[in-house]
């Protein structure tokens, strides 16, 4: 049985020391002053013999990189002989549909010399297809030459059952409060055009808003999980910039008033481009992005401050700044926009500046920033335009 609670880290460090151990075995059985100097080629490979029994799937490959080897309890997991495990036999086991990807992964690494890593799944003697993780790095011989790949594997079946279960009950509890929601949003939309009194009717379109946020936000969970990935596109289109921030700034108005911040946005043109902003993008991922760049500026400020956003638009991008005089600790400047890095606030998760570098990237920009106790600090995104944009009244 594999020790399935293994990190990643320690099956490295094992494969490591297992690469010093059959070096020092190697060094020792082909030392000129030792006895066993003289034995065959068939004895010179009796250090296998101490990986036979390891409780990892483990395998060799020669130059060719063709498997001249499989430790014991690799062959018992597969239920096959060694003879039909050599050379390519092993890749039988393989899954159909993990095949390529896992043929292209070691040969890949192979060619180039590289250590590598994949998951695939291979069947069991029992016929039923595990996943594995695989780690193989290149060893040499004692001449300092390159002598092949040797491999060390674990069962990662019940790890990646846990992230699909998780994965599933998420994408459940996202449509369960994803329908009441829209439901909700309709009823309000009705109920707005059949008439409130007056005191209600200046509070329903904050309402909707604010459901309509809350839909984009659960529509999103899936989203920044292939934003992660690099393979979510977004769907882009043409929008008002400034109807975006005046909702952000609706959104987060209990947390201004809390704190006594003023939001300022001051727009300017570098070319003739008329007297709104255009920004070519996803709304929803670009009002998350914004929102989340506004509300850590908000609490990142001294109560009764200002938060300055500010649109540069020019021929071929918009620039949008986010500035506020809080400055952003020593201790996380170099990983701003690593996944949880904060520092300082109590309730912080350290997502949002990770998310909006996913937006912007996803977008084909960038995002920066800088921080100095005299200037404060100013996140800055560049989302570019594409050929076309709309002609402008």
Same mark, same amino acid.
Request: net charge negative; aromatic share 10%.
């Given at each position: @049985?594999?020790?399935?609670?293994?990190?990643? /880290?320690?099956?490295?460090?094992? *494969?490591?020391?297992?690469?010093?151990?059959?070096?020092?075995?190697?060094?020792?059985?082909?030392?000129?002053?030792?006895?066993?100097? @003289?034995?065959?080629?068939?004895?010179?490979?009796?250090?296998?013999?101490? *990986?036979?029994?390891?409780?990892?799937?483990?395998?060799?490959? !020669?130059? /060719?990189?063709?498997? %001249?080897?499989?430790?014991?309890?690799?062959?018992?997991?597969?239920?096959?002989?060694?003879?039909?495990?050599?050379?390519?036999?092993?890749?039988?086991?393989?899954?159909?549909?993990?095949?390529?990807?896992?043929?292209?992964?070691?040969?890949?690494?192979?060619? !180039?010399?590289?250590?590598?890593?994949?998951?695939?799944?291979?069947?069991?003697?029992?016929?039923?297809?595990?996943?594995?993780?695989?780690?193989?790095? =290149?060893?040499?011989? =004692?001449?300092?030459?390159?002598?092949?790949?040797?491999?060390?594997?674990? %069962?990662?079946?019940?790890r990646k059952r846990n992230e699909q279960?998780?994965?599933?009950?998420?994408?459940?509890?996202?449509?369960?409060i994803k329908t009441p929601l829209s439901?909700?949003?309709?009823?309000?939309?009705?109920?707005?055009?059949?008439?409130? /009194?007056?005191?209600?009717?200046?509070?329903?379109?904050?309402? @909707?808003?604010?459901?309509?946020?809350?839909?984009?936000?659960?529509?999103?969970?899936?989203?920044?999980?292939?934003?992660?990935?690099?393979?979510?596109?977004?769907?882009?289109?043409?929008?008002?910039?400034?109807?975006?921030? %005046?909702?952000?700034?609706?959104?987060?108005? =209990?947390?201004?008033?809390?704190?006594?911040?003023?939001?300022?946005?001051?727009?300017?043109?570098?070319?003739?481009?008329?007297?709104?902003?255009?920004?070519?993008?996803?709304?929803?991922?670009?009002?998350?992005?914004?929102?989340?760049?506004?509300?850590? !500026?908000?609490?990142?400020?001294? /109560?009764?401050?200002?938060?300055?956003?500010?649109?540069?638009?020019?021929?071929?991008?918009?620039?949008?700044?986010?500035?506020? %005089?809080?400055?952003?600790?020593?201790?996380?400047?170099?990983?701003?926009?690593?996944?949880?890095?904060?520092?300082?606030?109590?309730?912080?998760?350290?997502?949002?500046?990770?998310?909006?570098? *996913?937006?912007?990237?996803?977008?084909?920009?960038?995002?920066?920033?800088?921080?100095?106790?005299?200037?404060?600090?100013?996140?800055?995104?560049?989302?570019?335009?594409?050929?076309?944009?709309?002609?402008? !009244?």
């Amino acid at each position: @049985m594999l020790d399935q609670e293994k990190s990643k /880290d320690q099956l490295i460090a094992e *494969l490591v020391s297992l690469r010093q151990r059959l070096k020092d075995c190697q060094s020792w059985t082909e030392s000129e002053d030792n006895l066993e100097y @003289m034995r065959s080629k068939e004895d010179a490979d009796f250090y296998l013999t101490i *990986l036979d029994e390891a409780p990892a799937l483990i395998w060799r490959a !020669a130059r /060719d990189a063709k498997c %001249d080897w499989f430790n014991a309890t690799w062959l018992a997991f597969t239920g096959r002989e060694l003879s039909q495990e050599v050379g390519d036999g092993w890749a039988e086991g393989v899954h159909p549909e993990d095949f390529d990807r896992c043929l292209e992964t070691y040969l890949g690494a192979f060619n !180039a010399r590289q250590f590598f890593e994949m998951e695939y799944r291979l069947r069991r003697h029992d016929g039923e297809y595990r996943w594995i993780l695989d780690i193989g790095c =290149p060893f040499k011989n =004692p001449g300092g030459e390159f002598a092949g790949y040797i491999g060390y594997c674990f %069962d990662v079946t019940e790890r990646k059952r846990n992230e699909q279960f998780r994965a599933e009950v998420e994408r459940i509890i996202r449509h369960d409060i994803k329908t009441p929601l829209s439901g909700l949003h309709g009823l309000a939309q009705i109920a707005f055009k059949d008439g409130f /009194d007056e005191q209600m009717r200046p509070l329903m379109p904050g309402l @909707m808003r604010a459901i309509r946020h809350v839909i984009n936000l659960v529509d999103s969970g899936e989203k920044f999980a292939l934003l992660e990935q690099g393979k979510y596109t977004p769907q882009s289109s043409w929008f008002c910039l400034e109807t975006v921030v %005046d909702d952000v700034k609706r959104t987060l108005q =209990p947390l201004l008033t809390a704190k006594k911040i003023n939001v300022h946005l001051n727009i300017e043109f570098s070319c003739s481009c008329g007297d709104t902003v255009n920004c070519y993008g996803e709304e929803p991922l670009i009002y998350d992005m914004i929102s989340n760049l506004v509300k850590n !500026a908000v609490e990142a400020s001294a /109560d009764g401050g200002e938060v300055c956003l500010t649109c540069i638009e020019g021929e071929k991008e918009l620039r949008l700044s986010v500035h506020n %005089d809080g400055v952003v600790p020593e201790n996380i400047r170099a990983r701003f926009f690593e996944k949880y890095a904060t520092s300082g606030k109590p309730k912080g998760t350290g997502i949002g500046t990770y998310s909006a570098q *996913l937006v912007a990237k996803a977008h084909g920009g960038h995002i920066e920033f800088s921080t100095s106790e005299e200037l404060g600090t100013l996140v800055t995104v560049v989302l570019p335009y594409p050929v076309a944009r709309p002609a402008k !009244a």
